[in-house]
């Protein structure tokens, strides 16, 4: 099986600026989470899609916000980028069923100047 | 709210000798814990659920509820063992995880 597929690998965007992160889960897994990892505050937990509704959600302000379409692919969006926004943003998929993990992707690193 | 307290940011041993990684949570329900493994050049990965009660790679990991910990341990450290660990608790009513900030392992020949 494919893993987690994250696109773009890297993006530079200026303050101010909005930006869209993609995530195809693995096969059959119907829950994306998304992570974001900052050397500061490690590893920070976003949101959860499952069958495209929102389930969880982090401590994020509005400005982040993600979807989920039919075929269980996720999108993040982050609107009016700070400096502080600069981070790793990972994606992680999961089954619901009994023996529950996450399978994370290789990130999508964001530098916003 | 949960917490997860890794309180070695770096810890470092020989080959052969054995390692503990810490790991202390702070919730008083029945959560699930999680170790991750971070190798060089490689996505974050499950290394072991405490409730399956394996031992992947050598390691193991035991719940201690009464001092609410989940230490990771290995009586053999290698080479390849070298890598950034991370502890994380789920609570059963939900589907996100809460981690700690990691122990990078380095182990010296």
């Known amino acids: 099986k494919a893993g987690v597929t994250q696109t773009p690998r890297y993006l530079i965007k200026t303050r101010g600026q909005q930006v869209t992160l993609s995530c195809s889960p693995i096969s059959g897994h119907r829950s994306v989470s998304w992570y974001q990892q900052t050397p500061g505050q490690g590893l920070q937990f976003l949101f959860e899609y499952f069958s495209e509704t929102q389930r969880n959600k982090g401590n994020f302000p509005g400005r982040f916000s993600g979807r989920q379409f039919s075929n269980s692919r996720s999108e993040m969006n982050v609107s009016t980028l700070e400096l502080g926004d600069s981070a790793l943003y990972l994606c992680?998929?999961?089954?619901?069923?009994?023996?529950?993990?996450?399978?994370f992707g290789n990130g999508t690193r964001l530098t916003v100047t | 709210a949960q917490r997860v307290t890794q309180p070695e940011k770096l810890l470092s041993v020989f080959k052969g000798a054995p390692v503990e990684l810490k790991c202390n949570y702070s919730?008083?329900?029945?959560?699930?814990l999680f170790w991750y493994v971070q190798y060089s050049r490689q996505r974050l990965q499950l290394l072991l659920r405490h409730i399956s009660r394996e031992s992947i790679k050598g390691f193991t990991a035991d719940l201690n509820k009464g001092e609410t910990s989940f230490h990771l341990k290995k009586p053999f450290a290698q080479e390849e063992d070298s890598a950034m660990y991370y502890c994380?608790?789920?609570?059963?009513?939900?589907?996100?995880?809460?981690f700690g900030k990691g122990t990078l392992l380095t182990v010296n020949p």
């Open positions: 994380a608790l789920r609570l059963m009513s939900n589907y996100k995880l809460t």
């Open positions: 992680a998929s999961s089954t619901t069923g009994g023996y529950w993990a996450l399978h």
């Open positions: 919730y008083s329900g029945s959560p699930e």
